[in-house]
């Protein structure tokens, strides 16, 4: 059985290895052992709602899902029961190959314990299982994004430029090559964004210490915001991937001069011609950072809208750089939201953010 869809190599490599044993205790002194290949851990599932109803006339009872079958076996050869559970999912493997960590030991008898035991651990199972499901299900939408921009958003400019330089090559004038060429920035712009939303779901891998006022100082250079135009209020060093910090910055700032007092006018995305008429104020939380500006701000019954894929009011913007800021704080565990700043502008409120002296206070700790 292949992996399945959203699934990685290593977590189908797992899948075949579960294992499901059963430990009744009927006579003293007997102890009967249930061994079974578990080829899908959605029927790992069904067997633990299973279980359950039957658990109390069963006596003392053990679920384990392991990697190696030895760590159940000897146990059990040395005549001592397992009452409880290990790890009941395929993305607990640090827990399954440390039994000793879940396991709870009993003698026979120990009926209500391990009915406890077996429910906390179907609970973290099935808790573990749908965070999965959820994450598959926003993959799957990411994937109808980039169809619905590749199959229309990406299609239209290529059009016109077809069409326009079919024009000049009839020898109907160079003015047509002015469009073509506003097309194929139309197209590169779709094409940087759609490979930057891309990967802002993906999980981070490894954080660092990064600099809010350094990040941001960094994403100005890529953006069509004027260097002086911004207000670090305050620093404060977070953890988190600085190369996707960076981008939520530079989609931020963009969408600052867009939307900003006279409409941003910004010709580039490098930064080329850039907007004064905006300021972007940024800052710490006590549980994250903010960034504000002072442009024509976000109409509230907006607010939950502007992260979706596709939605913008500006005639030449993408319609993905918030969602691309709101795909790389979700790939955090960071929450985002957007209100109205003290000027009437838009504020964007990050939360839960882990800051990089908790970290190394943790570390210290252990």
């Not at 006279?262 to 011609?273: K, L, P, T």
């Not at 839960?352 to 908790?358: K, L, N, Q, R």
């Amino acid at each position: 059985m292949g992996p399945l869809r959203g699934e990685s190599t290593e977590d189908a490599d797992f899948r075949p290895s579960l294992a499901l044993i059963g430990v009744v205790a009927g006579v003293s002194g007997v102890q009967v052992a249930l061994f079974s290949d578990v080829p899908d851990v959605s029927l790992l599932r069904f067997v633990v709602e299973l279980l359950l109803v039957p658990l109390p006339l069963l006596g003392s009872f053990a679920l384990v899902a392991v990697r190696d079958a030895q760590t159940v076996w000897r146990p059990l050869y040395a005549g001592t029961l397992l009452v409880g559970v290990y790890a009941v999912t395929d993305a607990l493997g640090e827990v399954v190959v440390q039994p000793d960590a879940f396991a709870i030991v009993f003698e026979d008898g120990a009926l209500l314990a391990g009915a406890l035991a077996l429910a906390v651990g179907a609970k973290r199972w099935s808790s573990r299982r749908d965070a999965r499901e959820a994450d598959l299900r926003r993959r799957n939408d990411r994937l109808d994004q980039f169809a619905q921009v590749v199959t229309h958003d990406l299609r239209n400019p290529l059009n016109v430029a077809q069409m326009r330089l079919e024009l000049a090559r009839e020898g109907h004038g160079t003015e047509h090559l002015g469009t073509v060429a506003d097309a194929h920035d139309r197209m590169e712009a779709l094409i940087q964004d759609v490979l930057e939303l891309a990967r802002s779901g993906e999980t981070v891998g490894e954080t660092e210490p990064v600099g809010l006022a350094s990040v941001a100082a960094s994403a100005v250079a890529n953006s069509s915001l004027d260097a002086a135009s911004l207000t670090v209020e305050a620093d404060a060093e977070l953890q988190a991937n600085p190369e996707r910090l960076t981008a939520v910055f530079e989609n931020l700032f963009r969408n600052a001069v867009e939307h900003g007092a006279d409409g941003g006018h910004a010709s580039g995305r490098d930064g080329s011609n850039p907007a004064s008429d905006v300021h972007v104020r940024v800052g710490p939380l006590e549980d994250g950072f903010f960034v504000e500006d002072d442009g024509s701000g976000i109409p509230p019954e907006e607010h939950d809208r502007i992260f979706e894929s596709g939605y913008t009011t500006d005639p030449d913007g993408t319609g993905l750089g918030l969602a691309i800021v709101s795909g790389v704080a979700d790939a955090h565990g960071w929450s985002v939201r957007a209100t109205t700043g003290k000027s009437g502008g838009a504020r964007f409120e990050f939360r839960d953010v882990t800051f990089a002296d908790e970290v190394s206070t943790s570390a210290t700790r252990q």
